[in-house]
C-alpha cells in the first residue's frame, strides 16, 4: 500500500483539527518547504499560535514531536523530485520569457527577507570567532555547494586564516580529514537531503575537541546535533531549482564579519598586494 503524501495526511485529519491547528495545517499545505527552516517557535508565531499548538498539531498528525514531523516530511518532499524535476518546474514558473528575470529577482528578495529573520548577527559573530581562533579551517560543500566554499576560502586565505576547502566525496575524503586536531575548526555547506561526508567531518573534528559551523536549508537532527553553530537558510521552494545565491551570500557575510572582528587581517591583504606590486602585478 502507498504510504499518503503530507498534503494527504493533512486533508484526512483536517477536520479532527482545533481551529488553531487548523491555521498551522493551511500555511503548511500552502509552503511545506518551511519545514526546512523554521522552528517550531517561529513557525507558531507564522501561523499566529502557541509553540504548544505546533508541537500538538505534530503529535495529532503520528510524529513523537516537531523535529520527528520535520525530517520526516523533509525527506519525502527532497526526494519526490530530481534535480531534472526540479528545473523543469523553475521553468515551467518562468515561462513568461518577459519576466522570467524580475521574477526571479523577486524570488531572491524573498529568501532574502526571510535570511534575514533566521540569522542572526550573533550567530554570525559566534561563527567568525570559531573561524579566526582556529589553527586550519577545514571549509566542505560538494556539487553546487562547491560555488560558497570557493568564495569564502578564497577570502579566508587573503586575510591570513590558513583554510583547507574540501570537495571530495568518498574514500579521497578521508585524505582531507585524516590530520584534524582539537586546535581545528569546520564550517560544511550541507545542501543535499542525504551527505554523509558533513555528518562525518563535524562528528570527527567534535569528538576530536575541535568547533564545527553548519550551513543549511534544513535541520536534520542528525547532522544539526554535530554543530556549534547552524546557520539556517532558504534557497527555494521544494520542487524547484534551488541557486546558491543564498549560501554565497552566507559566505560573504562570515567574510566581513571576520574582517570586522579582526581588522588588523587587512594587514595580511595589503602584504599581498606590495608584493605584487613590486614585481610589476598590479
Not at 542572526?120 to 553546487?144: H, M, N, P, R
Not at 534557497?235 to 560573504?252: L, T
Request: charged share 25%.
Amino acid at each position: 500500500m502507498e504510504t499518503p503524501s503530507f498534503k494527504e495526511k493533512l486533508q484526512a485529519i483536517y477536520p479532527k483539527l482545533t481551529s488553531s491547528q487548523k491555521k498551522v495545517a493551511r500555511y503548511l499545505f500552502d509552503n511545506p518547504n518551511v519545514l526546512g527552516v523554521m522552528s517550531a517557535q517561529e513557525l507558531a508565531a507564522q501561523c499566529g499560535v502557541s509553540e504548544s499548538t505546533v508541537i500538538r498539531f505534530a503529535q495529532t498528525l503520528g510524529y513523537p514531536g516537531y523535529l520527528d514531523m520535520k525530517q520526516e516530511i523533509q525527506r519525502d518532499l527532497k526526494n519526490a523530485y530530481s534535480s531534472s524535476q526540479k528545473l523543469s518546474a523553475t521553468l515551467r514558473q518562468f515561462a513568461d520569457q518577459d519576466t522570467f528575470f524580475s521574477e526571479l529577482i523577486q524570488d531572491h528578495r524573498q529568501a532574502l527577507d526571510q535570511l534575514e529573520s533566521t540569522i542572526t548577527l550573533e550567530l554570525l559573530k559566534q561563527a567568525a570567532e570559531l573561524i579566526v581562533s582556529a589553527d586550519t579551517l577545514y571549509v566542505f560543500g560538494e556539487g553546487s555547494a562547491r560555488a560558497p566554499v570557493l568564495e569564502l576560502s578564497f577570502w579566508l586565505r587573503r586575510l591570513g586564516i590558513d583554510v583547507v576547502d574540501i570537495s571530495d566525496t568518498g574514500r579521497n575524503f578521508f585524505e582531507k580529514i585524516v590530520h584534524l586536531t582539537k586546535n581545528d575548526a569546520a564550517l560544511a555547506f550541507g545542501y543535499r537531503s542525504k551527505n554523509q561526508e558533513v555528518d562525518i567531518l563535524l562528528k570527527e573534528i567534535r569528538e576530536r575537541g575541535g568547533r564545527t559551523i553548519l550551513v543549511t536549508d534544513r535541520a536534520l537532527t542528525n547532522t544539526v546535533q554535530y554543530a556549534d553553530v547552524v546557520l539556517r537558510t532558504a534557497r527555494g521552494k521544494i520542487g524547484e531549482f534551488a541557486s546558491m545565491a543564498i549560501p554565497v551570500i552566507i559566505a560573504d557575510a562570515l567574510l566581513v564579519t571576520v574582517a570586522k572582528l579582526e581588522p588588523e587581517r587587512l594587514e595580511h591583504l595589503k602584504s599581498l598586494e606590495a608584493l605584487r606590486s613590486r614585481y610589476g602585478f598590479s
